[in-house]
């Protein structure tokens, strides 16, 4: 992974390799070319998530990708820049066109699931900022990169959302890395770890309470 002259890159390469993000004096504009050098730089890191999944049936969705990483990038540095952005929030931060399926939700992943925190920042700084609504609603679509955060999910027809065995796979062991009490406790998915631990649930999770007993 080679350092580059562009902000935008430089911000994703450092938040996926070290877990931490660099704010800019100003919200520079990302070209095309920016664009297809961060949508080869996702290909490869799909590909080394790739084998997590356990299926070669899962492409990277490029442009899902490059949609996902500008929301974040620009969220972020809207937590310092906000002047004059007020009219702007929606072009800098464009709801998704795309078809939400296993591609894209994992595709989207790889920069949305650092969105939770620049939220969690967002909110200690200004509950009633708009910015806050725009990113919980992009992650209440995005829910899979939500896990562990406060999202109202009450509405979602688990047994359909999870039908997918490679999403369902990764879903669950999301829920089990983030603790995800919340999500861990609704019926369908309750049943789902339960069956998942065994005989081995107090190693894997012993706090957790089996909701269908």
């Known amino acids: ?21 660099t704010i800019f004096a100003d ?11 961060a949508a080869d730089y996702f290909e490869s890191e799909f590909e080394k998530e790739r084998l997590e999944f356990l299926s070669d049936q899962i492409n990277c969705d490029h442009k899902t990708a490059v949609w996902a990483a500008k929301v974040l990038y ?12 007020a009219k702007d ?10 078809a939400r399926d296993i591609s894209s939700i994992l595709s989207a992943d790889l920069s949305l699931r650092f969105l939770p925190q620049v939220i969690t920042v967002l909110q200690n700084t200004d509950p009633e900022d708009p910015l806050i609504k725009l990113l919980e609603n992009i992650l209440h679509q995005f829910h899979y990169s939500g896990v562990g955060f406060d999202l109202d999910l009450e509405k979602i027809n688990w047994e359909e959302e999870l039908k997918d065995r490679t999403y369902r796979k990764l879903y669950i062991e999301r ?24 005989i081995y649930k107090d190693i894997f999770w012993r706090e957790l309470k089996n909701v269908n007993s």
């Open 27 to 37: 919200i520079q504009e990302i070209s095309p070319k920016e664009e297809q050098d």
């Open 175 to 198: 829920i089990v890395e983030k603790k995800a009490y919340k999500l861990a406790e609704i019926p369908y998915i309750n049943q789902l770890l339960m069956a998942e631990f065994g």
């Open 1 to 21: 992974m080679m350092k580059s002259k562009s902000p935008f890159l430089n911000t994703l390469f450092l938040l996926r390799k070290e877990e931490c993000i």
């Open 89 to 98: 929030l929606n072009k800098l931060i464009p709801s998704f066109k795309g």
């Open 74 to 85: 620009q969220s972020a540095q809207l937590y310092l820049i906000r002047e004059n952005t």
